[in-house]
């Protein structure tokens, strides 16, 4: 029961990031990232300070991309085990690219605009 509490506590903080972030419910997660085309998942906590000063560059290459991406944001915080559940050994933030549903690509901790931005193209 407490991993399910968590799960809801944690997809209730999905945010689909855009000009204005909206909630995403539990049951539209998996369809969130499992549409068609490509979705960039950020992996953050409010408490990280590597989230935090990443942000600006995050923000860059998401207007960068324009519209042929799709860009998420989890708030991993309230997550006991975030490894175990989404693979991050790495630590945050962490951005995972997803196409199509399938995973694709990690990028731990963040980078640049730039290096954001060819990430994505790299793995389009």
């Known amino acids: 029961m407490k991993k399910f509490t968590t799960t809801v506590a944690l997809l209730a903080t999905l945010m689909i990031a855009g000009a204005q972030g909206r909630a995403v419910k539990l049951k ?4 969130e990232i499992s549409r068609a085309g490509v979705t960039v998942v950020e992996y953050w906590a409010p408490w ?3 989230c935090q000063a990443f942000k600006p560059a995050y ?3 998401k207007r ?3 519209s042929r991406v799709r860009f998420l944001e989890l ?3 309230s997550v006991d085990d975030v490894e175990s559940t989404f ?4 630590g945050l933030p962490t951005l995972i ?9 990690k990028l ?6 730039q290096e954001v931005i060819n990430w994505v193209k790299k793995n389009l």
């Open 97 to 105: 690219l997803f196409k199509n549903g399938a995973e694709i690509a």
């Open 48 to 50: 990280c300070g590597n």
């Open 108 to 113: 731990p901790g963040g980078g640049s605009t």
């Open 87 to 90: 693979g991050l050994k790495y």
């Open 75 to 77: 708030n991993v915080e």
């Open 64 to 66: 960068a991309l324009g």
């Open 59 to 61: 923000n860059s290459a």
């Open 28 to 31: 539209d997660y998996q369809r």
